[in-house]
């Protein structure tokens, strides 16, 4: 009996593993197909696009998503909460995504910040949360003496 449940328990921790990496996959293409939709000359924020897409991610976890964006997604127009890029150190030149920005009509001041209240975009049509995952063990139906 005791190998039949350690079978079955090396089964369910396989099956965990499968849907963990297909609903962060999910995650990262909901996240590149939010960004392909902001204007040109407009901006989201990391934290509004982890709050948009909720499912309990940060504004760091988009971070990471946007460092494997493809080239279909315009990644330059997501932008720190203080309207700042935060690409310092990690792409070359250092200033790329603001002179990106800044060709696309987005004003930055002297410290490298854009105004959000101008350049903030809000997506009029909110992105669908995707529909939870059945579960590995389906509820069975009450019967009418469990309804009463």
């Not at 009996?1 to 990262?28: E, G, P, S």
């Not at 902001?38 to 988009?62: C, F, H, N, S, W």
């Not at 690409?87 to 959000?116: S, W, Y």
Request: hydrophobic fraction near 35%.
């Amino acid at each position: 009996m005791a190998h039949l449940r350690a079978l079955f328990c090396a089964w369910l921790r396989k099956i965990d593993r499968t849907n963990k990496v297909d609903q962060r996959t999910d995650y990262r293409q909901r996240v590149y197909r939010l960004v392909r939709r902001i204007p040109k000359g407009r901006v989201m924020t990391y934290g509004q696009i982890a709050e948009l897409l909720g499912d309990g991610y940060t504004a760091r976890t988009v971070g990471f998503v946007m460092h494997g964006a493809d080239d279909k997604t315009p990644w330059h127009r997501v932008i720190n909460a203080k309207g700042a890029c935060s690409t310092l150190g990690i792409v070359l030149p250092h200033d790329k995504q603001q002179r990106m920005l800044e060709a696309e009509g987005v004003k930055f001041n002297k410290q490298g910040r854009c105004e959000l209240q101008s350049y903030l975009w809000i997506p009029k049509q909110q992105p669908q949360a995707p529909q939870l995952k059945t579960s590995l063990f389906k509820q069975r139906p009450k019967t009418q003496k469990e309804k009463r």
